[in-house]
C-alpha cells in the first residue's frame, strides 16, 4: 500500500472518533518547510495544514519531537491531526541547540516559543499559502518524549498557550517543577512486559513517581486529563501501526478541540474515548 493511502486511511479512522463532535471534516494536508534566523541562531521547522475545509482560520499548535527525532518521524501523526483542522508546526531538529549552562528541557522549550513567533510572521506574509490562515489568538503545544516535557515547561512560560499534551514525556528535573494553568493532558503508554520480580519492582516504583509529579503537576490545571494508551510502547506515537497513531490523532484533536473552541462540540473528547475503548482515562 502506497505511503499516502496509509496516511489517508489513518486521518479517516482518526476522524471517526469525532465524527458526531465536530464540525471539521477530513480533507487533504499539505506541507511546507519553514527556516530562518534568530538571535544568531538558525532555526528549522515543517508545517503541516488543511488544503480546504470549512474555517476561514485555522488553530495552530508546535509540535516538539522527542530526542533524536525529526519532524519526519511523526508525518502520520501530524498529518492525521492536520487533516482535522489544525495548522500543526512542527520543530524539524532531533536535539535542540542548547546555550551555556540550559538543558535539553530548556531548549526545546526555547524552540517552541521560536515556532510559536515563526507561524505569527507566516500569517502575516504576502507569499505564504498561509497567509491570513492561521488563528494567532492562542495555541496549542504538544510533544513527545524530551518534547512532551517541553511542551508542559513553555505552558508554563506563555499564557498565550490555551493548551497543552504530553506524549508519555517523564517529567524530571525543571520540568517537574512546573505547575500550567492551562487545559493539560498527559498520554502515556504501557510499560514493557517485565519478568523478573526486580524488573516489576522497578516498574512499579517508576509508575507511582510519575503519578505522584502528575498529581503535583496538574494541581493548578483548568483541566486535567491523563490517559494510558491501550497497546502502545513509548515509541509507537511516532512509528506505530495504524490503530496507534490514528488513536493518538484523535485523541489530540479532540483535546485541542475542545480547549482551543474552533468549531468543535465538547463531546468530543467523550466520543473518541467510545471509540477507542483502549484507552484508559487514570486519576
Request: proline share 5%; with cysteine.
Amino acid at each position: 500500500m502506497e505511503r499516502r493511502t496509509v496516511l489517508a486511511l489513518i486521518a479517516s479512522l482518526a476522524l471517526t472518533a469525532s465524527a458526531r463532535a465536530t464540525t471539521v471534516k477530513p480533507v487533504a494536508s499539505g506541507q511546507l518547510r519553514t527556516e530562518w534566523m534568530e538571535n544568531m541562531r538558525r532555526y528549522n521547522g515543517v508545517v503541516y495544514y488543511p488544503l480546504s475545509g470549512p474555517l476561514d482560520r485555522y488553530p495552530f499548535l508546535v509540535f516538539a519531537p522527542g530526542m533524536g527525532k525529526v519532524a519526519g518521524d511523526y508525518d502520520a501523526l501530524l498529518e492525521a491531526v492536520a487533516s482535522q483542522g489544525f495548522v500543526v508546526a512542527a520543530i524539524r531538529a532531533s536535539v535542540p541547540v542548547r546555550s551555556a549552562g540550559s538543558s535539553d528541557y530548556l531548549a526545546m522549550m526555547q524552540e517552541i516559543f521560536a515556532m510559536a513567533g515563526r507561524m505569527e510572521k507566516m500569517n502575516r506574509e504576502r507569499n505564504n499559502p498561509l497567509a491570513g490562515r492561521i488563528n494567532t489568538h492562542g495555541y496549542g503545544v504538544f510533544g513527545h518524549s524530551l518534547g512532551g516535557a517541553a511542551a508542559v515547561m513553555a505552558a508554563g512560560g506563555d499564557e498565550s498557550i490555551r493548551a497543552v499534551i504530553n506524549l508519555d514525556g517523564d517529567l524530571v528535573g525543571e520540568a517537574q517543577k512546573v505547575r500550567p494553568q492551562q487545559p493539560l493532558a498527559y498520554l502515556v503508554s504501557e510499560h514493557p512486559s517485565a519478568t523478573g520480580w526486580l524488573e516489576r519492582w522497578g516498574a512499579s516504583k517508576s509508575e507511582r513517581r510519575r503519578e505522584s509529579v502528575w498529581k503535583d503537576t496538574c494541581g493548578r490545571s483548568a483541566a486535567p486529563f491523563r490517559a494510558r494508551m491501550g497497546g502502545m510502547q513509548h515509541a509507537d506515537f511516532a512509528g506505530g501501526g495504524e490503530r496507534s497513531i490514528a488513536m493518538s490523532a484523535a485523541l489530540v484533536s479532540a483535546f485541542f478541540a475542545a480547549h482551543l473552541g474552533e468549531g468543535a462540540a465538547n463531546e468530543a473528547l467523550a466520543s473518541t474515548l467510545r471509540s477507542y475503548p483502549e484507552i484508559v482515562t487514570l486519576p
